[in-house]
């Protein structure tokens, strides 16, 4: 590359060109090694760090180095949401688990509650019970011999012969 040493008045010229839109290729590099350098004039150092910034956009290798910024921007808009929704849903499920084991409690302690303190009532109340459902057993049986004999009869052979 040819270094070509360029005034002040030269390089005013072409920021207007460049301003414009009207520098080819060459010019615009020229400008960049220009304001790349370290002895620049005051005038012309407002200038310096758009130059410098694009040389150093121009060093990146675009995309790749772009790319991961923008996808975690992306899942960091997104990760306090997540994280209180995981929240929520927690204290929801706990909850729900401490009032439904709170309420098989209650029902179990109305089973309990229903005990005698006598154990003569107790066995009385026992016996009672135990009558009750031998008799139901008893009735069960009876109608289960009627069902048989009537069965048995339906399945008897009958002998109706017209001659």
Known sequence: MIEIKMTSEQIKQLLEKYWVGDT????ELALKAFFSEKDIPEELKKYQPLFLWKAKQL????IQKLKPGIEK????????????????????TLGIGFY???QQEKKMDKVFLETYSNPEDALQETKSVIGKVSSALNLAK??????????????????????
């Open 100 to 102: 439904t084991h709170y």
């Open 24 to 27: 080819s290729q060459e010019e």
């Open 142 to 163: 009876s109608k289960r011999d009627e069902l048989q004999k009537l069965d048995s009869l339906e399945r008897t052979p009958k002998n109706n012969t017209v001659e």
């Open 73 to 92: 921007r992306g899942n960091i808009q997104w990760y306090p949401f997540l994280k209180i929704a995981a929240s929520i849903l927690l204290v929801l």
């Open 59 to 62: 060093q990146l290798t675009g």
